[in-house]
T-cell receptor, first 115, second 114 residues
Framework: AQKVTQAQTEISVVEKEDVTLDCVYE???????LFWYKQPPSGELVFLIR??????QNEISGRYSWNFQKSTSSFNFTITASQVVDSAVYFC????????????FGEGTQLTVNP | EPEVTQTPSHQVTQMGQEVILRCVPI?????FYWYRQILGQKVEFLVS????????KSEIFDDQFSVERPDGSNFTLKIRSTKLEDSAMYFC????????????FGQGTRLTVV
């Protein structure tokens, strides 16, 4: 069974600080996909990144970076030089090749960036 | 940029009434989904739909729920005899192919059962 754990319920930082959101997953599949979504206060779910299990290269997109480590089943997300607009709930999610295409979400991490 | 559209954005209904939540997925997408998010909680999978039939459903998706793709564009979630605990944000999503593609989510419909 697939499972995603985001142990950090809430994180509060001051603007310009770097912050890392943790995500640990469980799966029996060798082929799976990991995602991060952002949910701002307005409520929509905004796609940030997709990673497949065969691609462990870390990725950087502007102030965002992702660290995928299969050895520890983790897919962590770092925001560099955080801004107030980064305040949101961030969800990590997993889908398995053999379990259809449904996403299993973690509990989410509420990030608050204070000015 | 193409997007998933959901209507209404907010629906208030009395307990026991039926509601239909509507979604227009992205036109060339083949996989459609409904997810639910109770306030302050995580997003939960309800059902997936492919090739005009349900491909997978969760334990939440009981006989109270049904989905339909009545024409080539709309994708609906019907909840019969709503209960207070059905109050949640309901998200529609679509994928172009399958697990290896991004799920595009609609803005959500906030359902309030009173």
């Amino acid at each position: 069974a697939q499972k995603v754990t985001q142990a950090q319920t809430e994180i509060s930082v001051v603007e310009k600080e770097d912050v890392t959101l943790d995500c640990v997953y469980e799966t029996r599949d060798t082929t799976y996909y990991l995602f991060w979504y952002k949910q701002p206060p307005s409520g929509e779910l905004v796609f940030l990144i997709r990673r497949n299990s065969f691609d462990e290269q870390n990725e950087i997109s502007g102030r965002y970076s992702w660290n995928f480590q299969k050895s520890t089943s983790s897919f962590n997300f770092t925001i560099t030089a955080s801004q107030v607009v980064d305040s949101a709930v961030y969800f990590c999610a997993l889908s398995e090749e053999t379990s259809g295409s449904r996403l299993t979400f973690g509990e989410g991490t509420q990030l608050t960036v204070n000015p | 940029e193409p997007e998933v559209t959901q209507t209404p954005s907010h629906q208030v209904t009395q307990m026991g009434q039926e509601v239909i939540l509507r979604c227009v997925p992205i036109s060339n997408h083949l996989y459609f989904y409904w997810y639910r998010q109770i306030l302050g909680q995580k997003v939960e999978f309800l059902v997936s739909f492919y090739n005009n039939e349900i491909s997978e459903k969760s334990e939440i998706f009981d006989d109270q729920f049904s989905v339909e793709r009545p024409d080539g564009s709309n994708f609906t979630l019907k909840i019969r005899s709503t209960k207070l605990e059905d109050s949640a944000m309901y998200f529609c999503a679509s994928m172009r192919r399958g697990p290896n593609t991004e799920a595009f989510f609609g803005q959500g419909t906030r359902l309030t059962v009173v």
